[in-house]
């Protein structure tokens, strides 16, 4: 499957972002899918993934409570919103597909991945 990322862009600290990730080639439903984050010189850290009926979702601690992801099979799109938006929420963001099938949240449970988009918090 292949996956498009789109959404990032620069925002006030505060603010709020949707991502959306478009998937083509295969079946989306068949798919897990989840979004990672990266800034420089560290590692991809887990954000959110979500089952492919869309039934069973969960998000990093780090963005409970703010980040929602969602899917719509239909449009074979996983999104992710973004609220109450962190400098320290400053990355490049990654969606990717997972044929495990289970919900994971280890970067290498996914076998397809996007491209990334930035999303930049200024404070």
């Known amino acids: 499957v292949q996956l498009q990322a789109s959404g990032g862009g620069l925002v006030q600290a505060g603010g709020s972002l949707r991502l959306s990730c478009a998937a083509s080639g295969r079946t989306f439903s068949f798919y897990d899918m989840g979004w990672f984050r990266q800034v420089p010189g560290k590692e991809r850290e887990f954000v959110a993934a979500i089952s492919w009926s869309g039934s069973y979702a969960y998000v990093s601690d780090s963005v409970k409570g703010r980040f929602t992801i969602s899917r719509d099979n239909a449009k074979n799109t996983v999104y992710l919103q973004m609220t109450s938006l962190q400098p320290e929420d400053t990355a490049v963001y990654y969606c990717?597909?997972?044929?495990?099938?289970?919900?994971?949240?280890?970067?290498?449970?996914?076998?397809?991945w996007g491209q990334g988009t930035l999303v930049t918090v200024s404070s």
């Open positions: 990717a597909a997972s044929s495990k099938g289970y919900v994971s949240r280890h970067p290498s449970d996914f076998g397809s």
